[in-house]
């Protein structure tokens, strides 16, 4: 079974704090991607990143860093210093091959930076 | 910025009415989705399509249906319209041909049935 959790569905933080979102997948397979979405109050959801299984090494893009961590399943989300503009729910995604392409979401975080 | 479009954004119909849903994009993506969105913000993956005249239902049982005659249009359609679809409603599409790929979303279609 494929399945996403997000246990912080609500963060309210202080502009300029740092922030980490969490995210558990569970899969039995070997192969497969994880991506993290935003989706703004306008509705849309944005990609900011996709992370093939393989790969472990950490990503820092900007003010956004990820921690992937094969052994206890998990792909957090880090923003440094963050802004007023980051308020949005956040998604992780996991894509497992041999499923044509679908995407098991997690329920999502609400993050609210407060200026 | 991804070439998805969706349109209405915003529809408030009343009980028994038919609606459709559109959803295009510039992308050649053969790859198409559908998810309604409840408020409590959960992604629930209604249908999809891997191209022309492919069309399957997602985990959610829905009422709605899809239509896939052209690459680039992915139409749902409620034949009768009750309170309970209201929702929000997002497009995606992707492009799996080299692998796993993101999926890009249109803006959603906000859907209020009274």
């Known amino acids: 079974a494929q399945k996403v959790t997000q246990a912080q569905t609500e963060i309210s933080v202080v502009e300029k704090e740092d922030v980490t979102l969490d995210c558990v997948y569970e899969t039995r397979d070997t192969t497969y991607y994880l991506f993290w979405y935003k989706q703004p109050p306008s509705g849309e959801l944005v990609f900011l990143i996709r992370r093939n299984s393989f790969d472990e090494q950490n990503e820092i893009s900007g003010r956004y860093s990820w921690n992937f961590q094969k052994s206890t399943s998990s792909f957090n989300f880090t923003i440094t210093a963050s802004q007023v503009v980051d308020s949005a729910v956040y998604f992780c995604a996991l894509s497992p091959p041999n499923t044509g392409n679908q995407f098991y979401f997690g329920t999502g975080t609400s993050l609210t930076v407060i200026p | 910025e991804a070439d998805i479009y969706q349109t209405p954004r915003y529809l408030v119909i009343g009980t028994g009415k038919k609606i459709t849903l559109e959803c295009s994009q510039t992308m050649g993506h053969d790859k198409m989705y559908w998810y309604q969105q409840d408020p409590g913000m959960e992604l629930h993956l209604i249908h999809y399509?891997?191209?022309?005249?492919?069309?399957e239902k997602g985990d959610l049982s829905s009422e709605s249906t899809v239509s896939r005659i052209r690459t680039e249009h992915f139409p749902l359609t409620l034949e009768s319209a009750r309170p309970s679809h209201t929702s929000q409603y997002l497009c995606a599409s992707s492009d799996p041909g080299t692998g796993n790929t993101e999926a890009f979303f249109g803006q959603g279609t906000r859907l209020t049935v009274v």
């Open positions: 399509s891997y191209g022309v005249n492919s069309t």
